[in-house]
């Protein structure tokens, strides 16, 4: 691995903070409110990763694209949430109002041979009654020759009562979880995973990994080996986005109790695409 020159940006009045290696920027943590000009204040969004940057630095991430507002970039929402006797969702905007917002900043520095940034979110119902605590920790690895990676933990604790999660109803696609919706440049783009590569979309299919990969770069998602519930579902789309999407707890609701938090661990890779050769 090269060596590695972790540094932070941050920008209050934009709420994101930027973590670069030497003059490569890695990502953007968006921790403040975000709302694209001209799209309607019900989209306002928050604690999410965009950009997601490739190892030369450009945009791999899509953030509320016309197709899909509610998608941002690296994000992890669910589409059903059950909690106070009320269905809602985090997922795209649905009332009761429920979404994730900023608490404080746990950690953010470097380290011998990592960066480490740690936050701490509440997900507010109508704004207000925090129903859940959420601890995002990112471990920002060095560039090597092919790749970086980055291990990527959310904590999810329900406060206050039991919390329900659950992926879509809608076509018993399952979708829901920790998700990437790539830049224009992933349509079309190869699909592989451990079965090889992928002739057409897969929805609700277990995988234990998956990527997108152009001739230029690519991103792989992998499931920790302690991940509830394996082998995971999986969304994975190149038709009109790219899009990959583990697809958790799916079908099947999951239920959260205050002081029994979910721990769910991947390994984002960001690496060359298949022009680079061997």
Same mark, same amino acid.
């Given at each position: 691995a090269a060596q590695a020159q972790f540094t932070f940006v941050e920008d209050s009045a934009k709420g994101t903070l930027t973590v670069r290696d030497g003059k490569t920027e890695v990502l953007t943590y968006r921790y403040g409110d975000q709302l694209k000009p001209g799209i309607d204040a019900v989209y306002t969004q928050s604690c999410y990763i965009h950009p997601l940057f490739s190892l030369d630095g450009q945009a791999l991430t899509d953030d509320s694209p016309a197709d899909h507002l509610h998608h941002h970039g690296l994000f992890w929402t669910w589409p059903v949430v059950r909690t106070r006797g009320l269905e809602t969702s985090t997922w795209e905007p649905k009332l009761p109002r429920l979404r994730q917002h900023f608490v404080r900043w746990l950690k953010r520095e470097a380290e011998k041979d990592a960066f480490m940034l740690s936050v701490e979110n509440a997900w507010k119902l109508e704004e207000k009654e925090v129903v859940a605590k959420e601890i995002v920790t990112l471990r920002i690895h060095p560039v090597e020759k092919m790749g970086r990676s980055?291990? @990527?933990? @959310?904590?999810?604790? +329900?406060?206050? *009562?039991?919390?329900? $999660?659950? *992926? %879509? =109803?809608?076509?018993?696609?399952?979708? *829901? *979880?920790?998700?990437? &919706?790539?830049? /224009?440049?992933?349509?079309?783009? #190869?699909?592989t995973t451990e079965e090889g590569p992928l002739k057409e979309d897969a929805v609700h %299919? /277990?995988? &234990?990994? #998956?990527? $997108?990969?152009?001739?230029?770069?690519?991103?792989?998602?992998?499931?920790? /080996?302690? =991940?509830?519930?394996?082998?995971?579902?999986?969304?994975? &789309? +190149?038709?009109?986005a790219g899009i990959i999407n583990v697809s958790w707890p799916g079908l099947s609701p999951v239920t959260l109790k205050p002081g029994e938090p979910v721990i769910l661990r991947y390994r984002i890779y960001i690496h060359r695409g298949d022009a680079a050769g061997p």
């Amino acid at each position: 691995a090269a060596q590695a020159q972790f540094t932070f940006v941050e920008d209050s009045a934009k709420g994101t903070l930027t973590v670069r290696d030497g003059k490569t920027e890695v990502l953007t943590y968006r921790y403040g409110d975000q709302l694209k000009p001209g799209i309607d204040a019900v989209y306002t969004q928050s604690c999410y990763i965009h950009p997601l940057f490739s190892l030369d630095g450009q945009a791999l991430t899509d953030d509320s694209p016309a197709d899909h507002l509610h998608h941002h970039g690296l994000f992890w929402t669910w589409p059903v949430v059950r909690t106070r006797g009320l269905e809602t969702s985090t997922w795209e905007p649905k009332l009761p109002r429920l979404r994730q917002h900023f608490v404080r900043w746990l950690k953010r520095e470097a380290e011998k041979d990592a960066f480490m940034l740690s936050v701490e979110n509440a997900w507010k119902l109508e704004e207000k009654e925090v129903v859940a605590k959420e601890i995002v920790t990112l471990r920002i690895h060095p560039v090597e020759k092919m790749g970086r990676s980055i291990d @990527l933990e @959310l904590t999810i604790e +329900a406060v206050g *009562g039991p919390l329900e $999660l659950q *992926g %879509t =109803h809608d076509q018993k696609k399952g979708y *829901g *979880g920790l998700c990437f &919706r790539g830049a /224009p440049m992933f349509t079309g783009a #190869a699909m592989t995973t451990e079965e090889g590569p992928l002739k057409e979309d897969a929805v609700h %299919t /277990p995988f &234990r990994w #998956a990527d $997108l990969s152009t001739e230029e770069l690519g991103i792989t998602v992998f499931v920790s /080996p302690d =991940h509830p519930d394996l082998p995971a579902k999986w969304m994975i &789309r +190149a038709s009109y986005a790219g899009i990959i999407n583990v697809s958790w707890p799916g079908l099947s609701p999951v239920t959260l109790k205050p002081g029994e938090p979910v721990i769910l661990r991947y390994r984002i890779y960001i690496h060359r695409g298949d022009a680079a050769g061997p």
